[in-house]
């Protein structure tokens, strides 16, 4: 169990029966009053987020959450369901394989190159979701328009397309073939690897 003012940023809590990811946390105090930690929480399970407040008398559950390597193999957009899936095996033995929708995954998706190993993250025996070896990842610019010369009111910036066919803005002097550094929480353009 933790008090209220453990719940920090990176923890896994269980909150109603399901896991919540802390993206934020503040503990303060408000005048006269008891100090309380807002907080905003992740659900693991459906994405959605919420904000919520505990106070110096509660306690929350600790999430048990576990990892196992997994290896994604590919994307599949199945008829039936309308929906995306995304293929992977287990690291040690490429006969076991899982599918994982596109709303389990959520934005972690467009990061996903071929035998990438990612950590799968297990609550009650359940995939909820993966994450990614490293923050920052290198990727190959596939498309990508022509600097316009005089195009700088703009911010001196465009648009290219990078190998898992995600869509990143980057300085007009990123051309195709190109190998960039992107950061794979914020999607945004890191620097031109070397």
Same mark, same amino acid.
């Given at each position: ?8 940023? #990176? ?7 399901? /896991? ?9 105090? &408000? +005048? +006269?009053?008891? /100090?309380?930690? @807002? $907080?905003? *929480? ?7 987020? &919420?904000?919520?407040?505990?106070? +110096? ?11 196992? #390597? ?9 008829? @039936?369901?309308?929906?995306? @899936? ?13 599918? *994982?929708?596109?709303?389990? %995954?959520?934005?972690? #998706?467009?990061? *996903? ?12 025996? @359940?995939? %909820?979701?993966?994450?990614? /070896?490293?923050? &920052? ?26 190998? $898992? ?9 990123? &051309? ?9 929480? $914020? ?6 690897? #070397?």
């Amino acid at each position: 169990m933790l008090s209220y003012n453990e719940v920090k940023e #990176k923890k896994f809590i269980v909150l109603d029966g399901d /896991p919540y990811e802390v993206l934020d946390s503040h503990v303060f105090r &408000k +005048q +006269q009053r008891k /100090p309380v930690n @807002q $907080t905003k *929480l992740r659900n693991l399970i459906n994405g959605s987020v &919420k904000l919520q407040t505990f106070h +110096q008398n509660e306690t929350v559950e600790e999430a048990d959450i576990t990892n196992t #390597k997994i290896v994604f193999s590919f994307k599949k957009f199945d008829r @039936q369901t309308k929906e995306e @899936q995304l293929w992977f095996h287990e690291e040690s033995d490429r006969s076991k394989r899982m599918s *994982l929708s596109a709303a389990v %995954i959520g934005d972690m #998706k467009n990061w *996903l190159k071929e035998n990438l190993v990612v950590d799968a993250l297990c609550f009650n025996e @359940q995939v %909820i979701g993966i994450k990614m /070896p490293t923050i &920052k990842m290198d990727f190959i610019v596939t498309e990508s328009e022509p600097a316009v010369k005089g195009n700088s009111a703009t911010g001196a910036s465009k648009t290219v397309v990078i190998e $898992t066919g995600v869509k990143v803005i980057v300085p007009l002097f990123i &051309k195709e073939g190109d190998i960039l550094t992107i950061n794979t929480d $914020t999607g945004e353009y890191v620097e031109r690897a #070397k």
